[in-house]
């Protein structure tokens, strides 16, 4: 897992399409990542052909089925680690009741994470502009 | 993966304006930046659980401690993000 484009490697271009995203999708500025699932809903400013619009709804359609899609494989991987530990000759109820608890906590800390790494960004980018360069983060 | 019927022809690609290609271009940037942010949150959101829910799960919701511990668990990833590459700007600088 790299940081390193985010946090300043490319840090030119960074500016502009973090520029760009609070313009064009006033909606989804600050808290733009706050649940696992909630679609981006970015796709309904500007005007545009009908083709432009329906490119971008599936360019933003299938980022969200991308993403529901790693999230519910992780959450496999991670319950099934936690809830299953002995593994009977079938799922007992105990299992089930820990899985379904371990996939809403799950995203609950998904929530977290997101909130703290979205502080954290704007906070240093903010630190960085103030500064004046902003060349490197760090 | 499948494939979605978007119901536009090549014609229609090709009456794209230039400002809408522009357009078009920018929200694809976008949507790659936010891909790149939401697979961060996704490492991060794993390591972090298995680091901070220990004890057998039996509620929906993460405890005080719990969400304290991911709080700072991310906090702190971050932070050896930037000893290491600080570091490494040493190390480079050194030799």
């Known amino acids: 897992m790299s940081f390193g484009g985010f946090f300043g490697g490319g840090s030119s271009s960074d500016k502009n399409n973090n520029s760009n995203t609070s313009s064009s ?21 500007a005007g545009g052909s009908e083709t432009l619009q329906k490119l971008q709804a599936a360019v933003a359609e299938q980022a969200n089925v991308q993403n529901a899609r790693i999230l519910i494989s992780k959450v496999n991987e991670v319950c099934f680690a ?57 | 993966m499948d494939d979605i019927d978007l119901n536009i022809t090549q014609q229609d690609l090709t009456r794209l304006t230039p400002g809408e290609q522009q357009q078009l271009q920018n929200f694809v940037q976008i949507q790659i930046k936010r891909a790149e942010i939401q697979k961060n949150i996704h490492e991060m959101t794993e390591m972090c659980f298995k680091k901070c829910v220990t004890s057998s799960i039996s509620t929906g919701k993460l405890a005080p401690k719990e969400e304290t511990c991911m709080s700072n668990c991310v906090e702190r990833f971050l932070d050896t993000n930037t000893v290491i590459l600080k570091h490494l700007d040493a190390l480079r600088a050194g030799q």
Do not use: H
């Not at chain 1, 999708?25 to 309904?44: E, T, Y």
């Not at chain 1, 809830?83 to 995203?107: D, Q, R, V």
């Open chain 1, 25 to 45: 999708s006033s909606s989804s500025s600050p808290s733009g990542f706050s649940g696992p699932l909630s679609s981006s809903s970015s796709s309904s400013s």
């Open chain 1, 82 to 138: 936690n809830c299953i530990t002995n593994p009977g000759s079938s799922l007992s109820g105990a299992e089930n009741k820990c899985l379904n608890a371990c996939m809403e906590k799950y995203f609950d800390a998904w929530n977290v994470t997101s909130r703290v790494f979205t502080n954290r960004v704007q906070r240093e980018s903010l630190a960085a502009g103030a500064v004046g360069g902003g060349k490197e983060l760090f």
